[in-house]
């Protein structure tokens, strides 16, 4: 990381000085001093503007975009919704149960090292892109200007619709583990499974679902200063509460499982998940990992609102994987230590009615300690608030790409979702076109069991789907049509983004296979059919009729002509 940020030779950074505000101005610039009209007072007045620009504005000038949103998120807030969006708890608390019956804790441990790995590919190609090219349609934005005036619409269509997918996907799994841990905690406030607690029913547990998504739609309807600033509570509310959690959590059981049995124990359940095969089982434990390591994207979508985002962009992006790979690693060591009683933890009879892991595990340390779960019920409402500024953070994504992919025509009704919001600036339109479609993913809730799997399959697949195209396209594009900008990979650029194509690939493939046998109606993964027709109406479409008029992003900015 600290070669790739360091000084670039002399002739690339003459190349590249437009970029971080040095002497090399804008084309915008060069238009006014060529046509003489820099001796005008307007002229005068649009040079000083020009000469004192962010570099991020610059470099979204010089792309054919003029500044619509406002630009005054600071490095420290992009972090914060970008961490949000990753968050600490969200990926792995609701698949921590079922990674842990596939295959026992050693799978699940050491996977998450191997996934930290090869997510760090993957963060160095899209900070490099990022740096490149500081706008809010991000990979699809990439996707076009990368892959060339050939592939590039085709390029762009693809990678937009996947995005989109996977983002707005993204809001029902927020949502949906939301409530799940909800539940929980209502069940532990009113008693506990064994003592008559209230385990919410399938219509309330849809309610609280629709709920949480509506609230997101208020609040991201707002300026995006409340959104910031939530997001910078959000940053401190995992720290804080991950550090709480992972500190007091194993001090707090009474025993604790052995170092042995967290780091060696590979143990298979075929009667309950009906797989034998060892590898196959490895490669299904690893999903709770492939599910939590992504969504550093999230700086990205916001880098035109960002100040320096030429910079502050890659900054976000990298800093955000380094800081949920530790903390996450640690996370899944204080629940596995925490164990009392591995078998007891699936058991329909137990306390959480074996339908929430880790509200078990919470609730045997601080019953087996203090005899009551009102410890437990804190640490799931700590839990239970990551989870409502993650589904807070992807919203925010959510609507910028839906905005950015609408401003360039690709949506049907482009006109009115982006429209912004006259007083607070955000595309407000959007974010109630995302939480519409969210809710309607959650329905099926009331009569299908695998509903999680299913959404988390097509946001994971749509969400880190949409980081190969234009990684693809860096890779095999000729380096000298590329313009980097401050953060620049150099001749490592092209294993770096082979292994990080691969990778996604990889994870991509892995989401589609059935996670329980024998399969049937109640355990089959639906990704596959969802995807496969979602997909393909696009692809049609793309074929009837958007390919006659679908260009990719489209300037709003007339550099040959000097409007802007």
């Known amino acids: 990381?600290?070669?790739?940020?360091?000084?670039?030779?002399?002739?690339?950074?003459?190349?590249?000085?437009?970029?971080?505000?040095?002497?090399?101005?804008?084309?915008?610039?060069?238009?006014?001093?060529?046509?003489?009209?820099?001796?005008?007072?307007?002229?005068?007045?649009?040079?000083?503007?020009?000469?004192?620009?962010?570099?991020?504005?610059?470099?979204?000038?010089?792309?054919?975009?003029?500044?619509?949103?406002?630009?005054?998120?600071?490095?420290?807030?992009?972090?914060?919704?970008?961490?949000?969006?990753?968050?600490?708890?969200?990926?792995?608390?609701?698949?921590?149960?079922?990674?842990?019956?596939?295959?026992?804790?050693?799978?699940?441990?050491?996977?998450?090292?191997?996934?930290?790995?090869?997510?760090?590919?993957?963060?160095?190609?899209?900070?490099?892109?990022?740096?490149?090219?500081?706008?809010?349609?991000?990979?699809?934005?990439?996707?076009?200007?990368?892959?060339?005036?050939?592939?590039?619409?085709?390029?762009?269509?693809?990678?937009?619709?996947?995005?989109?997918?996977?983002?707005?996907?993204?809001?029902?799994?927020?949502?949906?583990?939301?409530?799940?841990?909800?539940?929980?905690?209502?069940?532990?406030?009113?008693?506990?499974?064994?003592?008559?607690?209230?385990?919410?029913?399938?219509?309330?547990?849809?309610?609280?679902?629709?709920?949480?998504?509506?609230?997101?739609?208020?609040?991201?309807?707002?300026?995006?200063?409340?959104?910031?600033?939530?997001?910078?509570?959000?940053?401190?509310?995992?720290?804080?509460?991950?550090?709480?959690?992972?500190?007091?959590?194993?001090?707090?059981?009474?025993?604790?499982?052995?170092?042995?049995y967290v780091f060696t124990e590979f143990q298979l359940a075929p009667e309950s998940t009906g797989i034998s095969s060892k590898a196959y089982a490895a490669i299904l434990a690893l999903l709770v990992s492939q599910y939590s390591l992504y969504g550093y994207d999230a700086a990205a979508h916001l880098t035109e609102e960002t100040k320096g985002a030429d910079k502050n962009g890659p900054i976000s992006i990298l800093s955000s994987i380094g800081i949920i790979s530790v903390f996450g690693w640690a996370y899944i060591l204080a629940l596995t230590f925490s164990i009392q009683d591995p078998s007891y933890l699936y058991d329909p009879s137990n306390e959480t009615a074996g339908a929430f892991v880790p509200a078990q595990i919470l609730y045997d340390a601080f019953h087996g300690r203090y005899h009551n779960s009102t410890g437990a019920i804190i640490f799931l409402f700590i839990i239970w608030g990551s989870f409502f500024f993650g589904g807070l953070s992807i919203t925010t994504s959510a609507a910028r790409v839906v905005y950015a992919l609408s401003r360039d025509k690709g949506i049907p009704f482009s006109s009115i979702w982006r429209q912004l919001n006259p007083k607070h600036k955000v595309p407000s339109n959007a974010v109630w076109l995302c939480a519409t479609i969210c809710i309607l993913l959650g329905l099926p809730i009331l009569k299908v069991n695998v509903v999680f799997t299913a959404i988390t399959s097509i946001c994971t697949i749509g969400w880190v789907g949409g980081y190969a195209v234009p990684i693809f396209a860096r890779l095999v594009m000729d380096e000298k049509n590329f313009k980097p900008g401050p953060f620049y990979l150099g001749k490592a650029r092209r294993p770096i983004c082979l292994i990080a194509f691969l990778w996604i690939c990889y994870t991509c493939s892995v989401f589609l296979l059935p996670t329980y046998y024998p399969i049937s109606w109640n355990t089959f993964n639906y990704a596959p059919v969802a995807l496969g027709v979602g997909l393909g109406l696009i692809l049609l479409w793309w074929i009837l009729d958007a390919r006659k008029w679908f260009k990719g992003p489209v300037r709003n900015i007339d550099v040959q002509n000097g409007k802007v």
């Open 1 to 260: 990381m600290a070669a790739s940020l360091s000084l670039l030779p002399q002739k690339m950074k003459e190349e590249t000085q437009d970029y971080s505000g040095g002497s090399r101005v804008s084309s915008i610039y060069q238009f006014y001093v060529v046509n003489g009209v820099r001796s005008t007072s307007t002229g005068r007045t649009k040079l000083a503007r020009m000469e004192q620009m962010d570099s991020g504005e610059k470099r979204l000038n010089e792309l054919g975009y003029k500044q619509e949103l406002r630009r005054e998120m600071t490095l420290f807030k992009t972090l914060a919704i970008s961490f949000s969006t990753m968050t600490l708890f969200t990926g792995i608390t609701p698949l921590y149960g079922s990674s842990l019956q596939y295959a026992g804790p050693a799978s699940l441990v050491w996977g998450w090292i191997i996934v930290s790995f090869f997510t760090w590919f993957v963060g160095l190609a899209m900070a490099e892109i990022c740096s490149s090219f500081p706008t809010t349609g991000s990979l699809y934005f990439w996707a076009a200007h990368l892959a060339g005036p050939k592939w590039g619409p085709f390029a762009s269509w693809c990678c937009a619709w996947l995005e989109t997918i996977g983002l707005i996907a993204g809001i029902g799994t927020q949502a949906y583990a939301g409530s799940q841990t909800l539940q929980s905690i209502i069940l532990l406030c009113t008693g506990t499974n064994k003592d008559g607690g209230y385990f919410a029913p399938k219509w309330l547990f849809l309610c609280m679902y629709i709920g949480l998504t509506l609230i997101w739609a208020v609040l991201n309807t707002f300026a995006l200063e409340v959104i910031a600033f939530i997001d910078i509570i959000s940053i401190w509310w995992q720290v804080i509460g991950g550090i709480v959690i992972v500190i007091m959590l194993p001090l707090v059981a009474l025993t604790r499982q052995s170092a042995s």
